[in-house]
């Protein structure tokens, strides 16, 4: 893949692999596009099945004057032909086990001819492979020359048994100059970094743990004393969830940028927290890296049904500020402002990436940094301040927007408080007066309309004459996009909506209004994203239509369009 | 201030730590404990030894779970940031606070519901992180905040008032400490003041987890006749079996003790733990042999008490990290971040 991206060709891949370290069958699927498409199409034009078990299926995928390639190696059964596929054998693990020692080497070597005959068959700048494999293996160059031969024996292969260059190749282009490959989580890490993260607590779970990982390889080279070896940071592997987000909280509480990274098992786990970080209002970043499932799921594969469970993670009356990027330049951004919304809120921030953006390399336009840039560490006195104010109160909303003035341990004693999840008055005294608490929660609310007005607005593109709109989140982006265009072609034209954050802001209210019916693409079997705007802005169901897509695989334009096409047969004539 | 604070009146007789500072300045808010409580001696125990240290109160940070023991930091040094957490997890948040703040005296005040059940976890793996904190179990053998359940300290064949006697072994939290490897390990009891002060000034001296296991009698629902957790069958059975006095660093040893019968054990800040045994046969440098003898007289109903283990020497957190000296809550953000200058060379990598 990112030979063709080298090649200056937009390109995006998918691997789907299963929770399983070793022995089931994984897949990687590449989008080319001469349009620049990012999300997955649907079907597939090569197919380079290396699976005996899953032949079968791989070969149904194909589209009709496709290709598939296998090992004919080991003779496959006459049923498994398709007459309108074109099917080329080449005799991997022969090549292989003939040119390579060792079984290890020979399992390897067999993935790397077959990139070689494909590079034939598609016309693959050989010299682009080279490079990227002496960048590789930099430090190991007999693995370079290992690895070259068994793509010149795949590439000779293929270019003297079948016709070079197949019909779909790839074209070299400029398209790709200015941009990166690059997974949502690591984006993510390199945000915390920047964002001057310096605690950090998790406990691993799939698709988030990289994340975590990359921060501390990034640490490792962004943050250590080169003279002391001491670092400025401290991630510590917490047991379990629980203490995960305690520790943050804890962190928090004590004035330092402090995050964890999880997925929906552990946002349940976090739940109690989650609400005492709302009432005690303590600032907390937190990646929800979501996967498929209720329960264990599909925990290798992607989906947005966390959705609900965030907004209102925890007992009693609680809402958590929610942010979605859609791809990794999103969530480098969204990480950065997270830090910056949670410790000007005082309250958890939830960034709800998803497998799908946090695993898959994406192509995306370099991150910028603007070195000008203003940390926002909210409304905190120190001892100065202090010495100004008469009558401090912890939980007192002065400036009239929810937000209070919070101090930090370890500063002055005129600072001190006492946090506690239980009812306390604007002096943080303890209390179980009926009427303070209610005044509470009413600031907490007035707080959350602030909030509404800091978290990202909405992506929005409107264009005269659209009656339908098209409102979606995360990742679902690219397929939403890309669909538009072929429904605008069978005259659909529809508007387009894409939430960033939650509390949903006017500009999605607006968009609401403007339009008779709008299409609620997201993935998840139950809308949530649809019950969640019903429930926030009070409008009528029936004109917000569901489009579900939830087997776990990223979305596809051609699903999305097929689901929006199923509501337009099925329209009743009034 | 967040509290309104008490007109202050001067007591121009009471004594004066080296910062100056009174007792009074140590103490907080009025307890709502039921008169009696056990948990009202121990917090008066830390009041003293925060004012003997003369530790500054805005550097301590206190942290609790949620019971009749973790309501306590709000009755000991105002002057402090205190943070009453959820049921069993304050070590998580100790450890978060200690992460961020490596400059904190951090105190966590538990109960044995907290810690031994709902909590256990978090107890477990916050000696395994050898945490520097001072960790109080206020035990009494109930929950007493949900009305006298027997908790899993609740020793075995003791009677709750209603009558119902517990079959369940205890899980013993200074067994567990040994076990999971906590770096100061000991025993105390809510109305032996003498004991437990120095062993409070000892922990918060000590660097890394010391957790101290006090004996702390709950009179409204376990201090009658059948219980093992009540006032007058701990004293009964309460043996000391290591004797400590804590010398501060500037200070000499002064008294004299008998050959071999001292031990003398020197702590990272210079002070000095003299302890003294009362068996010969025990050894509280050594984990295995504590473990033994403990476990022989909890056997024999026996509860030993003082300082059962400790290890001066272990690495706490931030050493195995090697975190910056100074905290990491006083790094700004913007000097933190590598800038614009950096980001090609690390996008670079994903070209
Ligand atoms: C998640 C959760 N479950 C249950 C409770 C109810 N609860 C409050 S205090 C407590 C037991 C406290 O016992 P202990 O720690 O021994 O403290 P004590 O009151 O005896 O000092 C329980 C079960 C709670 N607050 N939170
Ligand atoms: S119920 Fe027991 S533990 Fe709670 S305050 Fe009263 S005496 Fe103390
Ligand atoms: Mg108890």
């Known amino acids: 893949m990112k030979s063709i991206f080298r090649m200056g060709v937009p390109v995006v891949g998918k691997n789907f692999f299963p929770s399983n370290i070793q022995g089931l069958p994984t897949w990687y699927e590449i989008r080319v596009s001469g349009e620049k498409h990012l999300a997955r199409r649907d079907g597939v034009d090569v197919m380079v099945a290396m699976n005996a078990q899953t032949y079968a299926e791989d070969l149904a995928c194909v589209v009709p004057g496709g290709v598939l390639i296998y090992d004919s190696t080991w003779p496959r059964s006459g049923e498994l032909d398709r007459d309108d596929v074109q099917v080329l054998g080449i005799p991997l693990s022969a090549m292989c086990n003939e040119a390579f020692d060792g079984v290890r080497a020979r399992i390897l070597m067999k993935n790397v001819a077959y990139v070689g005959a494909l590079a034939a068959l598609l016309d693959l700048d050989l010299a682009v492979i080279r490079q990227l494999l002496e960048e590789t293996f930099a430090s190991k160059p007999a693995l370079v020359e290992a690895n070259l031969k068994a793509i010149h024996m795949g590439h000779d292969y293929a270019s003297t048994h079948f016709a070079c260059p197949l019909t779909a190749r790839v074209e070299a282009a400029e398209d790709t100059a200015g941009h990166i490959m690059i997974d949502g989580n690591t984006a993510a890490a390199l945000g915390c970094l920047y964002a001057g993260a310096t605690v950090g607590a998790w406990y691993p779970i799939t698709p988030s743990t990289s994340l975590m990982d990359a921060f501390r390889s990034f640490c490792s080279r962004h943050r250590v004393d080169e003279a002391s070896g001491q670092r400025n940071y401290c991630v510590v592997q917490a047991e379990d969830e629980l203490a995960a987000i305690g520790m943050v909280l804890g962190a928090s509480w004590a004035g330092a940028r402090a995050f964890t990274a999880t997925s929906g098992p552990g946002i349940s786990l976090m739940s109690e927290f989650l609400g005492f970080g709302y009432f005690t209002e303590l600032p907390a970043v937190l990646f929800n890296v979501q996967r498929v499932g209720p329960s264990t799921g599909l925990p290798t594969r992607t989906q947005q049904a966390d959705i609900l469970s965030c907004a209102y993670a925890s007992h009693g009356d609680t809402r958590h500020v929610l942010l979605f990027p859609a791809n990794p330049g999103e969530c480098f951004e969204h990480a950065v402002a997270a830090f910056d919304l949670a410790e000007r809120l005082q309250t958890p921030v939830i960034v709800m990436s998803d497998l799908d953006i946090g695993m898959n390399d994406w192509m995306c336009p370099e991150f910028e940094w603007d070195d000008d840039r203003h940390f926002d560490r909210g409304k905190v006195l120190g001892p100065a301040e202090l010495d100004r104010i008469e009558e401090w109160g912890r939980y007192r909303d002065v400036d009239g927007d929810g937000i209070p003035w919070r101090t930090l341990p370890g500063q002055d004693v005129r600072g001190a408080y006492f946090t506690r999840g239980s009812g306390h008055d604007e002096f943080a005294r303890y209390t179980e007066n009926g009427d303070v608490y209610r005044e509470l929660m009413q600031r907490l609310d007035a707080k959350w309309k602030t909030a509404a007005g800091l978290v990202p607005g909405a992506e929005i593109d409107e264009h005269a004459g659209a009656a339908a709109g098209l409102v979606t989140v995360g990742s679902c982006a690219d397929a939403a996009l890309e669909a538009r265009e072929l429904l605008a072609g069978e005259s659909m034209p529809m508007d387009y909506c894409r939430i960033r954050a939650f509390p949903f802001g006017e500009d999605i209210r607006g968009f609401l209004e403007r339009h008779e019916v709008c299409y609620v693409l997201e993935q998840n079997r139950d809308g949530q994203l649809k019950s969640l705007i019903v429930n926030e802005f009070g409008i009528d169901p029936a004109r917000l239509r569901s489009v579900l897509i939830y087997d776990g695989l990223p979305v596809s334009a051609g699903s999305v369009a097929s689901g929006i096409r199923a509501w337009t047969k099925n329209e009743v004539p009034a | ?351």
């Open chain 2, 1 to 351: 201030m967040s509290y309104i604070s008490k007109p202050r009146i001067d007591h121009p007789g009471l004594k004066q730590n080296a910062l100056g500072l009174t007792r009074r300045d140590y103490e907080g808010g009025m307890s709502t404990l039921c008169a009696g409580c056990g948990h009202d001696s121990v917090t008066a125990a830390l009041v003293q030894a925060c004012w003997e240290l003369a530790i500054p109160p805005e550097r301590v940070a206190k942290l609790s779970g949620i019971g009749c023991s973790s309501k306590t930091p709000a009755y000991f040094v105002s002057g402090a940031h205190g943070l009453n957490s959820v049921h069993g997890r304050m070590p998580s948040v100790a450890t978060g606070a200690a992460a961020a703040n490596r400059d904190l005296h951090c105190i966590g005040i538990s109960g044995d519901g907290d810690s031994l059940s709902i909590g256990m976890g978090q107890f477990c793996h916050a000696m395994r992180r050898n945490l520097d904190l001072l960790y109080l179990i206020e035990n009494n053998g109930v929950y007493g905040l949900t009305k006298g359940q027997f908790s899993a300290s609740a020793d075995r064949g003791t009677k709750a008032k209603k009558g119902e006697v517990n079959q369940q072994p205890p899980i013993d939290p200074v067994l567990t400490a040994l076990a999971a490897g906590a770096t100061f390990i000991a025993r105390s009891f809510s109305g032996d003041k003498a004991q437990l002060v120095p062993l409070m000034k000892a922990g918060l001296r000590h660097r890394g987890f010391a957790l101290i296991d006090v004996l702390s009698p709950c009179v409204t629902f376990n201090d009658h006749e059948d219980s093992t957790k009540s006032y007058a069958f701990t004293r009964q059975y309460y043996h000391p079996a290591v004797n400590m006095d804590f010398v501060p660093p500037a200070e000499e040893i002064r008294t004299a003790y008998d050959e071999g019968e001292a031990m003398e054990v020197r702590l990272h800040d210079g002070s000095e733990l003299v302890l003294r045994k009362t068996d010969e046969a025990y050894d509280p440098g050594n984990r295995a042999n504590a473990f033994q003898y403990i476990r022989q007289h909890l056997d024999q109903g026996e509860f030993l008490t003082g300082l059962l283990y400790v290890d001066p020497e272990s690495r706490e957190m931030h050493d195995l990290n090697q975190t910056v000296e100074r905290p990491l809550a006083s790094l700004a953000p913007d000097s933190l971040c590598p800038g614009s200058s950096a980001l090609p060379d690390i996008l670079a990598r994903y070209r």
